[in-house]
T-cell receptor, first 117, second 113 residues
Framework: GAVVSQHPSWVICKSGTSVKIECRSL??????MFWYRQFPKQSLMLMAT?????????EQGVEKDKFLINHASLTLSTLTVTSAHPEDSSFYIC?????????????FGSGTQLSVL | KQEVTQIPAALSVPEGENLVLNCSFT??????LQWFRQDPGKGLTSLLL?????REQTSGRLNASLDKSSGRSTLYIAASQPGDSATYLC????????????FGTGTRLQVFP
């Protein structure tokens, strides 16, 4: 089946540094990818929709200048947390839709646990 | 604003039991509802997707029902096994025009031998 690869699985960084998370669709092309965030004991919340070749669409309350999204190819989207701070510590997970699959097929990456010291 | 709630937050049962996980949503105008499984260190796996016009979907030992009017969905797991231990999430998609999924907080299930 379709696989979405997300790296890194976990990252610890110092406050003020930037962190890049990659999301790759391994065996299908994804014109659209999604980035979610999950704080402890809260539900997954959509941060932004990443569109190949165009600007990402951000959900209300998500700072686009802080969470930079690049979707330069049909198989790769990246999320960069710029100048990370402890409040950005969270679980980040991406998903991608396989348009060629019958029905609606959403595949998720394994997630990235970000800890900002 | 759509809100999705899952009860219970955690559940521990012996192997072989049949169990029911509950999901409720505040706005009945949904496009579809999905149940996912999340294993530690792994991504989400879609288990069942129910379109708004459907009442239930079945896959193996899993059966999901949807009652839009009451804003409820249940995931029934028959003859539970230790391998079913995971966090189960339900998520609604509000309309065809949006790709956004609104997730519940999940039910953490442990099935012990």
């Amino acid at each position: 089946g379709a696989v979405v690869s997300q790296h890194p699985s976990w990252v610890i960084c110092k406050s003020g540094t930037s962190v890049k998370i990659e999301c790759r669709s391994l065996d299908f092309q994804a014109t659209t990818m999604f980035w979610y965030r999950q704080f402890p004991k809260q539900s997954l919340m959509l941060m932004a929709t990443s569109n190949e070749g165009s600007k990402a669409t951000y959900e209300q309350g998500v700072e686009k200048d802080k969470f930079l999204i690049n979707h330069a190819s049909l198989t790769l989207s990246t999320l960069t947390v710029t100048s990370a701070h402890p409040e950005d510590s969270s679980f980040y997970i991406c998903s991608a839709r396989d348009l060629d699959a019958l029905g609606e097929k959403l595949f998720f990456g394994s997630g990235t646990q970000l800890s900002v010291l | 604003k759509q809100e999705v709630t899952q009860i219970p937050a955690a559940l521990s049962v012996p192997e072989g039991e049949n169990l029911v996980l509950n999901c409720s949503f505040t706005d009945s105008a949904i496009y579809n509802l999905q149940w996912f499984r999340q294993d530690p260190g792994k991504g989400l796996t879609s288990l069942l997707l129910i379109q708004s016009s459907q009442r239930e979907q079945t896959s193996g030992r899993l059966n999901a029902s949807l009652d839009k009017s009451s804003g409820r969905s249940t995931l029934y797991i028959a003859a539970s096994q230790p391998g079913d231990s995971a966090t189960y999430l339900c998520a609604v998609r509000e309309s065809y025009n949006t790709d956004k999924l609104i997730f519940g907080t999940g039910t953490r299930l442990q099935v012990f031998p």
